[in-house]
């Protein structure tokens, strides 16, 4: 079946900082890939997503592309705020397999000031 | 606009006992879906409805089940609860089945606790 895998948290940077969030995935067919971001006391957001292979999603400074020879779909950022600080999950949605959203366990990211 | 509504927000319930959530998707969205998040996990796909019809199922036992009314909002009932049924329940909605937009919108949750 379809799984995501993502880098142990919790991650700690400095304000500033340069930040990589890990997710690799495994799926049977041609999927959708998303970054969701949960914010303490809050439902999930999405953060960016790709819909096929070699595309990059971005926002808020958020970048991530869609690798199909290496399954993965790294999370990055140049200088990370202190309000980056959240949990971050990694996702993907394969029509072909008939499931639904299949959710990486989620990397928690604290950016000291 | 108003986004996905659920309620309640917060609830405790014993062992053994039974428990209804409810979820208002976004208006125009047909399509419900529900997760259970357990602390420090990652969202797990439960079940999700599409025109009042349940187009998928994730892999929990019997004592959940759920159904979509024809204003697509949408109820998940959980009976003989346990002590690992506590868990953060997210309802999302899409305007079609299988993410094929590309994009669910998540309410804020029902926190259950079973003590």
């Known amino acids: 079946g379809n799984s995501v895998t993502q880098m142990e948290g919790p991650v700690t940077l400095s304000e500033e900082a340069f930040l990589t969030i890990n997710c690799t995935y495994t799926?049977?067919?041609?999927?959708?890939l998303f970054w969701y971001v949960q914010y303490p006391g809050e439902g999930l957001q999405l953060l960016l997503k790709?819909?096929?292979?070699?595309d990059k999603g971005s926002n808020k400074g958020f970048e991530a592309t869609y690798r199909k020879e290496t399954t993965s779909f790294h999370l990055e950022k140049g200088s990370v705020q202190v309000s980056d600080s959240a949990v971050y999950f990694c996702?993907?949605?394969?029509?072909?397999?008939?499931?639904?959203?299949?959710f990486g366990p989620g990397t928690r990211l604290s950016v000291l000031p | 606009d108003a986004g996905v509504t659920q309620s309640p927000t917060h609830l405790i319930k014993t062992r053994g006992q039974h428990v209804t959530l409810r979820c208002s998707p976004i208006?125009?969205?047909?399509?419900v879906s529900w997760y259970q998040q357990v602390l420090g996990q990652g969202p797990q796909f439960i079940f999700q409805?599409?025109?009042?019809?349940?187009?998928g199922r994730g892999n929990f036992p019997d004592r959940f089940s759920a159904r979509q009314f024809p204003n697509y909002s949408s109820e998940l009932n959980v009976n003989a609860l346990l002590l690992g049924d506590s868990a953060l329940y997210l309802c999302?909605?899409?305007?079609?089945?299988?993410?094929?937009?590309?994009?669910?919108?998540f309410g804020e949750g029902s926190r259950l606790t079973v003590l």
């Open positions: 208006s125009g969205h047909k399509s």
């Open positions: 799926a049977t067919g041609y999927p959708s």
């Open positions: 996702a993907l949605s394969d029509r072909g397999s008939g499931q639904n959203f299949v």
């Open positions: 790709a819909t096929k292979a070699d």
């Open positions: 409805y599409y025109e009042k019809e349940e187009r």
């Open positions: 999302a909605s899409s305007l079609a089945p299988g993410g094929q937009v590309g994009e669910l919108f």
